[in-house]
């Protein structure tokens, strides 16, 4: 008797999962906080990827996609994930790998090779665009001019337009990339902080620059960090590389990504309370984003004359890499006219940003 009552006490102690009641709990949903074994984590996890996509119209049958591919947990579990949904569910998609090389030794140069093992393990074809080659320079020869203090805004601007010139080599009709509901909730309050009330309006789209050379989807807006990385890419032993950029160690986005997890710890649904309350602000008509138009150096979409890209890459190769940092217009008026006389030619000092054309 005595035996017996014991069993059924540990028996009535074991935490069962909540959604098939038959397996051992694994784990606990940092999203819902369910307690769930791993089969069914698996399930829901990738059933409610594919149901963003569904009701969200992601994707059209028979259209060439490239996934963003930096060798990180997102876009790892991003390649892996969709690579296995548009095989369950036949979205018809051919899948391409797009990385950008910045040119970040000790950093990108290994993660690349992350990147290439995914390649095989997926059998996805993978294509590689460099800042030397688009741009001149590398990360590294930018930061030892600048320093640390403003290399994140080269380094956005020039990533921008690379992974769309390298989608342009591709001939894709979309690029998908890796930005989860963490990031997505960053960046609303980022705007916010900044007075950005403008880009208020899209930064919760789930698809972007549908105005631009090519449009943008982030399958995993609403897909929390911790379940990317914490759980799925942890439980299925998913190839990443989980080094942070050597050179991003105070971005002012570090201080909004850390006020982010305070409020996850306390609350975890204040990441979507976020992102909801982003999709709902309410923007004045008169406030509105500059009307867009092309580069009249690169052909580059753009607002301006010149095109940020072009702006900053003048700034470097005149040896004045502030000239196109903050508010900075010299290059789009003034100054660009005294770069007219000055270059009358063009070498490797006036490359403009990239060599495709739009």
């Known amino acids: 008797m005595e035996e017996s009552a014991d069993g059924k006490a540990k028996k009535a102690g074991a935490r069962l999962c909540c959604l098939c009641h038959q397996k051992k709990a694994a784990l606990k949903r940092p999203k819902t906080l369910e307690q769930i074994c791993r089969e069914c984590f698996?399930?829901?996890?990738?059933?409610?990827?594919?149901?963003?996509?569904?009701?969200?119209?992601?994707?059209?049958?028979?259209?060439?996609?490239?996934?963003?591919?930096?060798?990180?947990?997102?876009?790892?579990?991003?390649?892996?994930?969709?690579?296995?949904?548009?095989?369950?569910?036949?979205?018809?998609?051919?899948?391409?790998?797009?990385?950008?090389?910045e040119g970040i030794t000790g950093y990108r140069d290994d993660s690349l090779e992350t990147v290439k093992r995914n390649e095989i393990q997926y059998g996805l074809p993978l294509k590689i665009v460099s800042y030397k080659d688009l741009y001149g320079w590398t990360m590294d020869e930018i930061v030892k001019m600048i320093g640390l203090k403003n290399n994140c805004t080269?380094?956005?601007?020039?990533?921008?337009?690379?992974?769309?010139?390298?989608?342009?080599?591709?001939?894709?009709?979309?690029?998908?990339?890796?930005?989860?509901?963490?990031?997505?909730?960053?960046?609303?309050?980022?705007?916010?902080?900044?007075?950005?009330?403008?880009?208020?309006?899209?930064?919760?789209?789930?698809?972007?620059?549908?105005?631009?050379?090519?449009?943008?989807?982030?399958?995993?807006?609403?897909?929390?960090?911790?379940?990317?990385?914490?759980?799925?890419?942890y439980f299925k032993r998913l190839d990443y590389f989980s080094t942070e950029c050597i050179y991003s160690p105070n971005a002012y986005r570090g201080f909004a990504r850390e006020f982010i997890k305070d409020l996850e710890r306390i609350r975890p649904r204040a990441i979507l309370d976020i992102i909801k309350s982003g999709e709902n602000f309410r923007i004045s008509t008169s406030t509105k984003m500059p009307e867009q138009g092309t580069c009249e150096r690169c052909?580059?979409?753009?607002?301006?004359?010149?095109?940020?890209?072009?702006?900053?890459?003048?700034?470097?190769?005149?040896?004045?890499?502030?000239?196109?940092?903050?508010?900075?217009?010299?290059?789009?008026?003034?100054?660009?006219?005294?770069?007219?006389?000055?270059?009358?030619?063009?070498?490797?000092?006036?490359?403009?940003?990239?060599?495709?054309?739009?």
């Open 42 to 101: 698996y399930e829901v996890f990738e059933e409610e990827i594919h149901q963003v996509i569904v009701e969200n119209q992601l994707f059209k049958p028979g259209e060439r996609i490239a996934l963003g591919a930096s060798g990180g947990k997102d876009s790892t579990v991003l390649a892996y994930v969709l690579s296995e949904l548009n095989k369950r569910h036949n979205y018809g998609l051919d899948l391409f790998l797009l990385s950008v090389d």
């Open 154 to 233: 080269f380094c956005g601007v020039f990533r921008r337009q690379a992974l769309d010139r390298g989608a342009a080599l591709l001939k894709v009709d979309k690029l998908a990339t890796g930005h989860n509901a963490d990031d997505i909730a960053e960046t609303v309050l980022l705007n916010i902080l900044r007075g950005d009330i403008a880009r208020l309006s899209r930064c919760t789209s789930i698809v972007t620059g549908e105005d631009g050379p090519i449009p943008r989807c982030k399958p995993f807006k609403y897909t929390y960090e911790k379940e990317i990385i914490c759980t799925y890419a």
């Open 299 to 358: 052909g580059y979409i753009s607002s301006q004359k010149w095109c940020k890209a072009c702006v900053l890459l003048e700034g470097l190769n005149r040896g004045l890499p502030k000239l196109g940092i903050g508010r900075t217009r010299g290059l789009n008026n003034d100054d660009k006219k005294d770069t007219k006389k000055t270059n009358g030619t063009k070498s490797i000092e006036s490359k403009q940003c990239g060599t495709l054309d739009f």
